[in-house]
């Protein structure tokens, strides 16, 4: 059996419906014959707070997870910067177990560092900065305490407004910074990095303090689907059509 790692779904039913079909299917076929399944964070498209949890429009995606974990299998589920409001109330009726970022597993022998990626963005200093303020406890707590509505309203008004940013910027400027991704592995005393958050899957090698160490970085699922599977033979990324 393979663990699976996944991420940059920004799963949506009533936007991108035919990607929720996609990720159903990926957990009835694939999933559910995996060791553990790991999300590296914007899983959805955005999340307003668990409330959510008990709307009808993401109550396939709840089953599908409930039904994965039930059956046995692990899911651990990383916050993204689309979804870092997810809290405990989701992970008691999914089954997942929530993973802070960054998070150091055992890979099959490898000590493996998982994380969302965004923080290794730090070239990208106008997204840090907002990444830093709506992390803020305060900013939670007084997003919180709005209606649903307001939620919602506020959520579409930075959305459009990252958008136009997004636009305005070099694209190199939104990709990980190497010397930041070179200290945290330095950090963390890893050769074996996965990410997400770049939307630029592949595979890097590169030299650290006289080793090869290797950065994998999972795609999104916006076209197609992107999946890591790591077993003790290999570890291969590969991709899920939209009408598989």
Known sequence: MATLFISDLHLSPSQRPAVVDLFLGFLSKTASQAEALYILGDFFE????????FDSEFQPIIRGLQHLTQSGVPVSLMHGNRDFLLGQKFAQETGCRLLADPTLIDLYGYNTLLMH??????DDIEYQRFRTQVRSQAWVDSFL??????RNALVRDYREMSKNAISAKKPEIMDVNPQAVLEVMKQHQVRHLIHGHTHRPGQHEFPLQGQIARR???????????????????????NIALNS
């Open 145 to 150: 305490t709005r209606s649903v509505v307001e």
């Open 117 to 122: 990626g965004d923080t290794l963005c730090t």
């Open 46 to 53: 955005y999340w307003i707070g668990d409330e959510a949890v």
């Open 216 to 238: 994998i970085v999972l795609g999104d699922w916006y076209e197609q689907g992107s999946v890591l599977h790591c077993d003790n033979n290999a570890w291969v990324l590969e």
